[in-house]
C-alpha cells in the first residue's frame, strides 16, 4: 500500500542529510517520497555503519508493508537460524499476475512445452547479494537498489516496473555477513581510521568470508552442501532467471571488475558459446556506461574463472540465463587508504548499486532476445543429449543405500531426471542391481548438468585455475557408474525415502552391523553414546543370522549381549531405537560360532574405542579444511567435535582426548612444551589424524618420518622467460583441484566398509609423499594411471602416480593417519568421508 505515515513525514524533516546522500547514490533523480529511503528507516547514512542482517530484512519487511509493489518472502534459515528471504519488486498489475508469469518462465524454460509469447513476457532478473559475508558493499547496495525501483520517479524505473520481474536476494551469506559486520562497526574508530594496519580491517580468524561452518558458498551452488544453497537452488529453479547478478569485493587497490570474464579458459565446456561471445559483451557496453559516467576505473578479461559450475556467476550460464560476477575494490572497514587515495565504504556501496542499475537497464532492452536465448539453451541442451554416444549412465552401490539416496536426491535438487532401474545390469565390468541402481538419460533439457554429473574433463585451453578444475559429482560420491547406451528406463524418480528394515526379534547371542553404509558410523557413535558396547570384527567371516547365512566384511560391528551394562531389554530397545532413526540393518545371531572365517569371541575382534576428538583451528590454520570437517561431524554424524585455538593449545591436557585433529596449516607457534606433551600423548596410544601441510610440519619436527617428494622444477622449463608471462607459466604448477584414481588395501582398517579396491579421490595441493618404508603401512596409494579428471601438468601427474594418498606413522602405542588428499573437499566428497570415519574410530587399530 501507498499510505505515507506520519512516521515517514518526521524522518524526512529531521533528516536533510539522507537527501544530501541520495544525490550521491542518484544524483537528480526523484522518489516516491511514501518510500522511506534506507538511511530514513535505519537513522543513519548509507556507509557510516555496516547494516546488521536483521536489519536489512527489516526494512524490506517495511517495503512490502508500504507498496503492493513489494513482496517478501522467507526462502529457508541459515545455520544460525537467519531467515533467507527475496524481496520481489514489479508493478501492482504484475503482481497480481506473478504465478501466472513465473508458470509461463518455467514453460518457456521447458523444451517439451509449446513455447509462449515471449513477447508478452516481462524480464526476471535476480540480483543476488553478498555471498561473501566480509564483501559488504553489496547487501547495502542491494537496500539502495530496492529503494530506486520502488521509489525512483525516473522513466527507467517506471518501465522496469512494467516490463519485469525482479527479485532481491540482499545477503546469499548472512551468518557470515553479521560476523563481519559486528567487527567492522565494533572496530570502527572516531574519525574512522584509514591504516590499513588498524584492526578494524584485519578480521580475526576465521574471517566473515565463509558461512557458519567456513564454507565458502559461492563454491556450493553445485554441491548443495548448506541450507543456504539449497533453498536458493529451489528457488532458482522455480524462476529460471534471465539474468542472475553476484556482488563480490577484492583488493583495496583495485578498481572494478565486471564480465565478460577470461576467454576460453576459464569458461565452462558445458556454456553455449552465445553466452560468451555474444551476450557477455551486449551486457558490458551497459556497465561501462553507468562506470564511464561516475568516474570509476574498472576492467574485464583479464582474469576470473567462470568454469566452475558451483559458482553463483556460473551455474546460471548452465540454466539459459546469464550469470555476471561483479567485484569492487574493498574498504573493509568504513573508509582504508589505498594508491588513489582514501576508498570509502560508500564508493564501493554506490559501484554496486550503478552495476545494478546497469544490469536491470541491459536486461530491459535485451527482455526478448534474453527469453529466445533461454529457450534456445535447453531445446539444443535437449537435441544435443539426445545425440550424445553415451545415451544415459547408469548408476547405484548395492552395499550402501544411504549413500544411493543422498545422491539420488541430490540430482532430482538439480532438476535432473532419474529414473530407477527395473533389472540388474552389468556395465563396464560393474554390476548395478535392479532397486539399487538408477538410470539418468541423456535425453533431457538438463543435459549440460547430466554432463556436470558424469563427465570427466581432461582437455583444457588454459592451464592456470583460481579453484577446482573437475567436479564430477557422480566420483564425489563413490558412485559406480557407467554409460549405459542399451538401459531401459522406468518410471521416473520422485524422490527416495529411507529404508526401513525390520528389527530381529527373539533372543539374540549378538547382533551384527554391515559397516558399508554411509551412516553405520552414526548409529556406532548413537549406539556408543548410550552406553552400548560394541565391538569391530577384523576380517570377513559368514554367519548363520536370522535371514540365513550373511558374508560379512572386515569391520563388521559387533554387540555381544553378554557384555552389556544395560539390562538386555534396555539394551535390545536401545539398539532398536536407534538403528531405527539412522535407517540401518542390523542382523542377530544366536551363537558365536561362525560359517567360515573368525569366530565372534577371536582375538581379531575388539572393542571400538568412543572417539573423543580435538581439532586444532585458529590463526595458520586452513580454515575451509577444518570446517568441512566439523560440518561432516556435525551435520552427518552428530559427533561433538572441541575446537581449540592454536594459541590455547598450552591449556589443552591431550590425555583427555584420544583423538587430535590437525588440518593443513602453520603450526610453528607451538612451543616446545607442547610439542613434548604432544609426543608424549602419542606414546602412549593417541591418535594424530593430519592433513596435508601438517603432516609436513609433522615430519620437519621429526614426530613422524615420512619424505615429502621435493617439487623440482618442470624439465621443459627454459632459462629465461618474459617478466609478463609468469603467473601463468607458474600457476601451471599448481594442482587448483582435480580427481585420482586411489588404490585401497581393503585389509587395513582405513578401508574398513568399502567393498571395491578402486576410489576416486580429490586432490588440491602438490605436496607429495613417497609411500612408507614399511610395506604394510600406505593403505591408500595412487594408481599407476591416476588420472581421472581435471587440469594436472605432466611433470605433477608423474609425482602423483608414485605417490602415497594416505600414511600411517606409528609412534610408540600411538600413531599417526596421514592424509595427502581431501576426504571431506566441500561437503561434497562422501565417497572418501569414510576413509576420515576409520580415521577417527579405528585410529588405535591402526598398526
Ligand atoms: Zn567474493
Not at 555503519?49 to 508493508?65: A, G, M, Q, S
Not at 566480509?134 to 537496500?143: D, F, I, L, T
Request: no cysteine.
Amino acid at each position: 500500500m501507498h499510505k505515507p505515515t506520519l512516521w515517514v513525514f518526521l524522518t524526512l524533516l529531521i533528516s536533510p542529510v539522507a537527501l544530501a546522500q541520495e544525490d550521491y547514490y542518484f544524483p537528480g533523480e526523484k522518489f516516491d517520497p511514501a518510500i522511506p529511503a534506507p538511511s530514513q528507516y535505519l537513522g543513519y547514512e548509507i556507509g557510516e555503519w555496516h547494516t546488521r542482517y536483521d536489519l536489512i530484512v527489516k526494512y524490506f519487511e517495511k517495503l512490502d508493508e508500504l507498496s503492493e509493489l513489494a513482496q517478501l518472502q522467507t526462502i529457508g534459515y541459515t545455520h544460525e537460524h537467519r531467515p533467507k528471504v527475496i524481496l520481489t519488486l514489479t508493478s501492482a498489475a504484475n503482481m497480481a499476475n506473478l504465478e501466472q508469469i513465473r508458470l509461463k518462465q518455467i514453460q518457456l524454460a521447458d523444451p517439451s512445452q509449446s513455447k509462449p509469447d515471449v513477447n508478452a513476457m516481462p524480464s526476471i532478473i535476480h540480483l543476488g547479494y553478498g555471498v561473501h559475508g566480509n564483501e559488504p558493499s553489496s547487501a547495502e547496495a542491494a537496500m539502495l537498489t530496492a529503494y530506486w525501483i520502488l521509489a525512483s520517479q525516473s522513466d527507467l524505473a517506471r518501465t522496469l516496473r512494467e516490463e519485469a520481474v525482479i527479485h532481491i536476494d540482499p545477503t546469499l551469506n548472512p551468518d557470515g555477513r553479521d560476523r563481519h559486520s559486528l567487527w567492522a562497526n565494533s572496530n570502527k574508530g572516531f574519525p574512522p581510521v584509514a591504516d590499513p594496519m588498524d584492526r578494524e580491517h584485519n578480521e580475526a580468524w576465521p574471517g566473515g568470508r565463509t558461512n557458519h561452518y567456513w564454507f565458502d558458498l559461492n563454491r556450493d551452488w553445485l554441491p548443495l552442501a548448506h541450507p543456504e544453497s539449497r533453498a536458493k537452488v529451489e528457488w532458482y529453479h522455480q524462476w529460471y532467471p534471465n539474468v542472475t547478478t553476484d556482488f563480490h569485493e577484492m583488493g583495496t587497490n583495485s578498481t572494478y571488475f565486471f564480465e565478460p570474464t577470461k576467454p576460453y579458459g576459464s569458461e565452462n565446456p558445458v556454456v553455449p558459446r552465445k553466452n560468451y561471445d555474444d551476450i557477455n559483451p551486449r551486457f558490458a557496453k551497459y556497465f561501462a556506461k553507468y562506470m564511464d559516467e561516475i568516474g570509476s576505473l574498472y576492467w574485464t578479461k583479464e582474469v576470473f574463472d567462470n568454469s566452475y559450475p558451483g559458482y553463483g556467476s556460473t551455474y546460471p550460464d548452465i540454466h539459459g540465463g546469464l550469470g555476471l560476477v561483479f567485484e569492487t575494490a574493498s574498504s573493509r572497514g568504513h573508509v582504508q587508504s589505498s594508491q588513489r587515495g582514501d576508498i570509502t565504504f560508500a564508493f564501493t556501496i554506490r559501484n554496486h548499486v550503478v552495476n545494478s542499475l546497469a544490469t536491470m537497464e541491459a536486461a530491459l532492452d535485451n527482455r526478448v532476445y534474453m527469453h529466445d536465448y533461454l529457450r534456445e539453451f535447453f531445446e539444443s541442451a535437449k537435441a544435443e543429449g539426445e545425440k550424445d554416444a553415451a545415451k544415459s549412465y547408469v548408476f547405484g552401490d548395492e552395499f550402501d543405500e544411504s549413500r544411493n539416496r543422498l545422491f539420488v536426491n541430490y540430482l532430482l535438487d538439480h532438476k535432473i531426471k532419474v529414473y530407477e532401474n527395473s533389472v540388474d545390469l552389468t556395465l563396464s565390468g560393474q554390476s548395478f542391481k535392479k532397486g539399487k541402481s538408477w538410470t539418468v538419460p541423456t535425453n533431457q533439457s538438463q543435459y549440460r548438468m547430466v554432463r556436470t554429473m558424469f563427465e570427466y574433463e581432461k582437455e583444457f585451453a588454459d592451464s592456470v585455475f583460481y579453484d577446482a578444475s573437475a567436479w564430477t559429482v557422480a566420483a564425489a560420491y563413490g558412485m559406480p557408474f557407467s554409460a549405459a547406451p542399451g538401459a531401459k528406463i522406468g518410471n521416473g524418480t520422485e524422490e527416495v525415502s529411507a529404508p526401513s528394515f525390520t528389527f530381529p526379534e527373539g533372543k539374540a547371542y549378538a547382533y551384527l552391523i554391515d559397516w558399508s553404509d554411509y551412516y553405520a558410523p552414526k548409529l556406532l557413535h548413537e549406539l556408543q553414546k548410550a552406553g552400548i558396547h560394541i565391538e569391530a570384527v577384523h576380517r570377513p567371516f559368514s554367519s548363520q543370522t536370522h535371514e540365513g547365512k550373511v558374508d560379512f566384511a572386515a569391520g563388521t560391528l559387533m554387540i555381544p549381549m553378554g557384555f552389556q551394562k544395560l539390562k538386555p531389554e534396555e539394551s535390545i530397545a536401545k539398539i532398536k531405537e536407534l538403528a531405527a532413526k539412522t535407517n540401518q540393518r542390523v542382523y542377530a545371531v544366536t551363537t558365536g560360532l561362525n560359517l567360515s572365517g573368525i569366530d565372534l569371541g577371536s582375538n581379531l575382534v575388539s572393542a571400538i574405542r568412543q572417539p573423543k576428538v580435538l581439532m586444532m583451528v585458529g590463526n595458520g590454520i586452513n580454515a575451509g579444511e577444518a570446517g568441512e570437517i566439523w560440518n561432516l561431524l556435525d551435520q552427518q554424524y552428530g559427533l561433538p567435535l572441541t575446537k581449540v585455538n592454536s594459541d590455547q593449545f598450552g591449556r589443552v591436557n591431550l590425555f583427555d582426548y584420544n583423538t587430535l585433529i590437525l588440518p593443513s596449516g602453520n603450526y610453528n607457534t607451538l612451543s616446545e612444551n607442547q610439542l613434548s606433551h604432544l609426543k608424549d600423548w602419542l606414546n602412549r596410544g593417541g591418535t594424530v589424524i593430519s592433513i596435508k601441510t601438517a603432516s609436513v610440519w609433522l615430519n620437519q619436527k621429526g614426530i613422524t618420518k615420512e619424505a615429502a617428494v621435493e617439487l623440482e622444477a618442470e624439465p621443459t622449463d627454459p632459462d629465461s622467460l618474459p617478466f609478463a608471462v609468469r603467473n601463468d607459466f607458474e600457476g601451471a604448477k599448481e594442482v587448483g583441484g582435480s580427481i585420482y584414481l586411489a588404490e585401497l588395501d581393503l585389509t587395513h582398517p582405513i578401508a574398513y566398509g568399502y567393498r571395491r579396491k578402486t576410489l576416486p579421490v580429490y586432490r588440491n595441493s602438490s605436496i607429495f609423499i613417497r609411500p612408507s618404508q614399511d610395506k604394510y603401512l600406505t593403505p591408500v596409494r595412487y594408481a599407476a594411471e591416476p588420472h581421472l579428471g581435471g587440469y594436472i601438468s605432466k611433470t605433477n601427474l608423474e609425482k602423483v602416480s608414485q605417490s602415497a594418498g594416505v600414511v600411517i606413522s606409528p609412534i610408540g602405542q600411538g600413531s599417526v593417519i596421514h592424509f595427502f588428499d581431501n576426504p571431506n573437499f566441500r561437503g561434497a566428497w562422501f565417497g572418501t568421508n569414510r576413509l576420515f570415519m576409520n580415521a577417527i574410530f579405528h585410529g588405535d587399530n591402526m598398526n
